[in-house]
């Protein structure tokens, strides 16, 4: 079964044309090796996507928080449609595991990169509102975000650890914290970044991660966990400081669902592209 297929049918999605939502999963890096299976990536698609998914979530706060301002409903998008929002959305729906994805940017985990699960998240939905159009697709987007869209989160708990760090820092001493990576260990293809968070030369959070920016976010939350319950020298400033505040359920301090290891989605990959190459063989 091809991987647009199988997508299609995990989610229950009554999809018209496989063949565009094939699209919407291959990776340009994939095209560069593979122009005999592929006829495009999905870059197209996901600049289509991306204005249908900020368009269905700028909707859907807008109906369910009647009582927000402007200022609150773009703070809600923004953590929403924001790389790292919209990664999340990708991790629950599994959508690392069907993407087609260049050897080397296999290897180098490209289906944990939240960029690129983002961008595939786009890229999908762009499809999706080619396929049965904009209602069908937007409901698609809100389903998946329920968790985020009913969230009665308060307006700071909406911001990334990086941002909310920042903003403490910068309001007591004018100081932006300064991020320096530690080690980076294991194979390209996962590959573990550690980072360090220091202000005013004190190192004061450090964290882990794929990637450096996944790193240096867990980097900031842990900053933040750490000012929030043994603020040490900031301590008169850390008490009852807003960007401390305990983050809600899924927000961005919660990272989202991983894809599969590398080895599950690249024996996947063989079987999927062996099913691709079936019609040729057949006329043969």
Excluded: C
């Amino acid at each position: 079964m091809r991987p647009a297929a199988a997508l299609a049918k995990r989610l229950g999605l009554s999809v018209r044309d496989l063949e565009l939502l094939q699209q919407s999963l291959i990776h340009s890096s994939y095209l560069h090796e593979h122009r005999d299976l592929a006829v495009g990536h999905n870059e197209r698609l996901e600049f289509l996507g991306d204005s249908v998914v900020s368009l269905a979530i700028s909707n859907a706060l807008y109906r369910r928080h009647p009582d927000d301002d402007e200022g609150v409903l773009s703070a809600r998008r923004a953590s929403i449609v924001s790389t790292t929002g919209l990664a999340r959305l990708a991790g629950r729906l599994g959508l690392g595991e069907y993407l087609l994805l260049g050897e080397g940017e296999s290897q180098r985990g490209g289906r944990r990169r939240p960029a690129l699960l983002a961008s595939a998240f786009e890229a999908v939905v762009g499809a999706l509102y080619l396929d049965l159009g904009f209602e069908a697709a937007a409901a698609f987007v809100v389903d998946v975000a329920t968790r985020e869209l009913t969230s009665e989160r308060p307006l700071n708990s909406l911001k990334s650890p990086k941002s909310r760090l920042q903003e403490f820092t910068q309001r007591l001493s004018g100081d932006r914290p300064q991020y320096r990576l530690v080690q980076a260990v294991g194979p390209d293809h996962d590959k573990v970044f550690r980072v360090e968070v220091a202000v005013e030369g004190r190192v004061i959070g450090t964290g882990e991660g794929h990637s450096r920016r996944l790193a240096e976010s867990a980097a900031a939350a842990g900053a933040i966990d750490a000012l929030r319950q043994e603020p040490g020298f900031f301590a008169d400033q850390a008490k009852g400081a807003p960007e401390l505040s305990e983050p809600a359920e899924g927000g961005p301090d919660s990272d989202f669902e991983e894809p599969p290891q590398p080895a599950v989605a690249e024996r996947r990959l063989a079987e999927w592209e062996a099913a691709m190459r079936e019609p040729e063989i057949r006329r043969g």
